[in-house]
């Protein structure tokens, strides 16, 4: 079953729960446009999410869910208040979601938890999930170190409930990749940092767009949290502390409010501009819709070619 089929959405997508971007208003254009919007709510508390899944239900009739990071300190009232708004599909990142996703799925709610390994993937299946995505180190933020080409398919080979791939994602020639490797839909973010509807600064927008293939880098290995940006003074710098073994305090010190700084500001010398190595693939600024429609014509297209 494709996933398109299995969340009742027109195209067998969802945008990644980017913190910070991926506000109620930004998930609810993206599920008018054909997909399904998610509500990123890293850096939120109860109150905060619960005015975006408010904003986002106003916005949109169709489905859209929320992504819970679960090292959120807020994490036990996010979980609940998923439940209370009855949002339809939850994802999550950064930890083991296993004990909430009994009073989940009692709510009816779908669940799909991002792995960056095989081993997560089946250790998750067991608490009736109903679905993994599969997010390679080619994606933007927070990272693992398998690329999707090689996590995919070992994932669909270590569960039986449906994958979605992400990471390294940007038009149809990736989209048909991914379905190739056993994947029912895909999970995309940084080409749509680069849509009208993304509420993120336009210094933010033009760094995507002006990007080239070698321009993000992964800071915070050393300190066992690799995250992917785009290369700027202050990523140059992080790196360049990281060489020097300086402590983990005075390396914070530097990305502390970053990713607002990109988002809300701009500011392109000491912004966190999260994005993945498929930035220098994004070349304008275009509707959502326009994004989503040329990936399915990319992909059909791809398929309809090969001659294998």
């Known amino acids: 079953m494709k996933l398109n089929e299995l969340l009742g959405i027109e195209f067998p997508i969802i945008q990644g729960g980017m913190a910070n971007v991926a506000t109620g208003a930004f998930a609810a254009a993206v599920s008018n446009a054909g997909a399904l919007g998610l509500i990123g709510s890293g850096g939120m ?24 990071m679960l090292m959120n300190p807020h994490i036990e009232d996010l979980a609940r208040v998923v ?54 180190t080619e994606s933007g933020g927070h990272v693992g170190e398998m690329t999707t080409m090689a996590l995919v398919p070992q994932v669909v080979d270590a569960v039986s409930v449906p994958v979605i791939a992400a990471g390294g994602i940007a038009d149809g020639r990736q989209m048909a990749a991914a379905f190739a490797l056993g994947a029912c839909g895909v999970q995309i973010g940084t080409c749509l940092l680069a849509s009208e509807e993304c509420p993120i600064h336009d210094n933010y927008k033009q760094a995507v767009v002006k ?98």
């Open 45 to 68: 508390d109860a109150d905060a999410l619960r005015h975006e899944i408010q904003v986002a239900k106003s916005s949109t009739q169709k489905p859209f869910g929320v992504n819970l």
């Open 83 to 136: 439940v209370e708004e009855g949002v339809q599909v939850v994802t999550t990142g950064a930890g083991n979601p296993g004990k909430y996703v009994p009073a989940w799925k009692a709510a009816g709610i779908k669940v799909f938890p991002v792995v960056a390994a095989p081993i997560l993937a089946k250790r998750l299946e067991r608490y009736g999930i109903d679905g993994v995505i599969a997010e390679g």
């Open 211 to 308: 990007a080239g293939a070698n321009d993000t880098t992964v800071t915070g290995r050393t300190g066992g949290a690799p995250v992917r940006v785009l290369k700027n003074k202050m990523a140059r710098e992080y790196l360049r502390m990281e060489k020097q073994n300086l402590p983990l305090e005075e390396m914070e010190k530097l990305t502390l409010g970053s990713l607002r700084r990109a988002v809300f500001d701009g500011d392109l010398d000491t912004g966190s501009f999260m994005a993945g190595q498929v930035a220098g693939m994004v070349k304008e600024v275009r509707p959502l819709r326009a994004i989503f429609e040329d990936m399915m014509s990319g992909c059909q297209a791809v398929v309809k070619g090969l001659n294998v």
